[in-house]
């Protein structure tokens, strides 16, 4: 709770979102907590009069922390400095483009395996010959009709690995909010990869713990953090992150306004995925019964998670995720 406090005093006010990057994603390794518990923490500082939650007409539910003793004067002018800087990043215009960063990244990965091995096969690809008016690239999307199977929607990416056969699923989520077992996002990717029964593969800024260790390895998922949001290399991409990396401001350290492969993930796809995949791959077959009882909600996480990681002691464990 200190840590908070801290943050809080430093920056006057400070949004969720800015709280995690501060505290869950830096500082300290020691002191690093994970988003639930950076909220509970937050929740107990509100209850005992510390913190003040303030909300704002043009973000409507939103919170902005700030500690209980600053004046609503100063609370105020803080709010109005992050304000259109907040806005222009949850914008729908700005949103709806947000995946493509990371799944070009990955795309050039692809292709690049793909000229070293012709081997490997794998379904979705950009034209990044010219971007459209909206500063987009023009995707074909993979099937949505795999065998007798037919998704809702269609997945990121379909990769058949030479090193063991095995058709997986990658689904890129270049997100700011750290992705959590029962998350919506999680559990209709999780609904994708059985309905056409492939192994998935998520790619993420950041996963906690509780969703790598006792949702994603004991149950054949393979999950990789990225720790970085990526924006459109675009000029309005490039001014944006200027923006949101501010530090008396939103405070988005990891941003980077680029389509290139990050280092740590062209890593894992050369070295790690194969051998990933041999060993994923069984145990999502062996639990895919239990997965999907879950994403169809007949059994809780609890009961998921007793199944997958029964000897899972974290401290979050009885936490319903």
């Known amino acids: 709770m200190r840590r908070i406090q801290s943050v809080l005093e430093r920056e006057q006010v400070a949004a969720i979102r800015t709280l995690e990057m501060k505290i869950s994603d830096g500082g300290p390794t020691p002191q690093r907590i994970e988003p639930h518990i950076l909220g509970l923490a937050g929740i107990e500082l509100v209850h005992r009069g510390f913190v003040k939650i303030h909300r704002h007409p043009d973000t409507a539910t939103h919170n902005w922390y700030a500690p209980a003793r600053l004046p609503q004067t100063a609370v105020n002018q803080k709010i109005a400095q992050l304000l259109p800087v907040y806005q222009e990043t949850v914008a729908p215009g700005f949103t ?44 074909t999307e993979p099937p949505v009709s795999i065998a007798d199977a037919t998704l809702n929607g269609p997945p990121d990416f379909i990769l058949i690995h030479p090193a063991t056969g095995e058709p997986a699923l990658i689904e890129c989520k270049n997100l700011r909010e750290w992705i959590y077992p029962s998350s919506g996002e999680m559990k209709e990717f999780i609904r994708k990869a059985l309905t056409v029964n492939m192994t998935p593969i998520i790619i993420a800024r950041r996963l906690p713990y509780i969703t790598k260790v006792a949702l994603c390895a004991p149950a054949g998922i393979i999950a990789h953090e990225t720790y970085n949001q990526l924006y459109p290399d675009t000029a309005y991409g490039h001014q944006l992150a200027s923006k949101v990396r501010l530090i008396r401001g939103l405070g988005y350290a990891d ?67």
């Open 96 to 139: 709806s483009t947000l995946g493509d960063p990371l799944e070009i990244s990955v795309f050039k990965i692809l292709r690049e395996l793909r000229e070293q091995d012709r081997r490997l096969t794998f379904f979705g690809s950009f034209d990044l010959s010219s971007r459209t008016p909206s500063g987009r690239f023009s995707k």
């Open 255 to 321: 941003v980077r306004p680029s389509e290139d492969p990050l280092p740590r993930t062209i890593e894992f796809f050369v070295k790690n995925l194969p051998t990933l995949l041999s060993t994923a791959a069984p145990r999502f077959q062996a639990n895919r019964p239990m997965l999907k009882k879950w994403v169809d909600s007949e059994i809780t996480w609890t009961q998921l998670r007793l199944h997958l990681a029964g000897d899972y002691q974290g401290p979050d464990a009885d936490m319903p995720f």
